[in-house]
T-cell receptor
């Protein structure tokens, strides 16, 4: 069974640009969550989607947005990039039904903003 | 809101030593609790979980018990190996999201 796939693995962007990251969940999983990992702030929740609907959102500015498609694949977009957006962005998928379903993580996309 | 406080490292041990990483949580309900491990350059892997009070999660020699009375979920392993060197995260689930502790870097020396 294929795991969670995130593309691209590495990305370098310039301040002010925008970026789109992609996540393909495990087959059959309908929930996709996104997290930002930085040395200073640790792992922070961005948002969660289930069957194309956002069910929860973290405390990030509106420059961070996401969506989920009918095949459960998800994208997140960051507009007007800032240096502080440099981070490892992790996607996790789960069945999404009930609170105790396991979340499986991808390897992440390393975004560097210069 | 719900939160997790975890012993911060770094922790350095010799092979075959005993490992314990403290984790306490604050939650309004009864969340599920998890330990995740992250190896260099990788995403997070679920190590073990517990879904209700007094549950013990175990995997690969690691154990943790969900203690409601002390709101704790400490990770233990009796005899560590060099391959256990990684960053360990305690987490709780709440309304479709995971809240993580700061992570503990563990280095095991041969």
């Amino acid at each position: 069974k294929a795991g969670v796939t995130q593309t691209p693995r590495y990305l370098i962007k310039t301040r002010g640009q925008q970026v789109t990251l992609s996540c393909s969940p495990i087959s059959g999983h309908r929930s996709v969550s996104w997290y930002q990992q930085t040395p200073g702030q640790g792992l922070q929740f961005l948002f969660e989607y289930f069957s194309e609907t956002q069910r929860n959102k973290g405390n990030f500015p509106g420059r961070f947005s996401g969506r989920q498609f009918s095949n459960s694949r998800s994208e997140m977009n960051v507009s007007t990039l800032e240096l502080g957006d440099s981070a490892l962005y992790l996607c996790a998928s789960s069945l999404g039904t009930g609170e105790n379903t396991e979340a499986f993580f991808g390897q992440g996309t390393r975004l560097t903003v210069v | 809101g719900d939160s997790v406080t975890q012993m911060e490292g770094p922790v350095t041990l010799s092979e075959e030593a005993f490992l314990t990483i403290n984790c306490t949580y604050t939650a309004t309900g009864y969340p599920s609790l998890f330990w995740y491990v992250q190896y260099p350059g990788e995403g997070l892997q679920l190590l073990l979980k517990a879904t209700k009070a007094d549950d013990k999660g175990s995997n690969k020699g690691f154990e943790a018990t969900y203690r409601k009375e002390t709101t704790s979920f400490h990770l233990e392993k009796g005899s560590v190996q060099v391959s256990d060197s990684a960053v360990y995260f305690c987490a709780l689930s709440d309304f479709y999201k995971l809240s993580f502790g700061a992570g503990t870097t563990v280095t095991v020396r041969a």
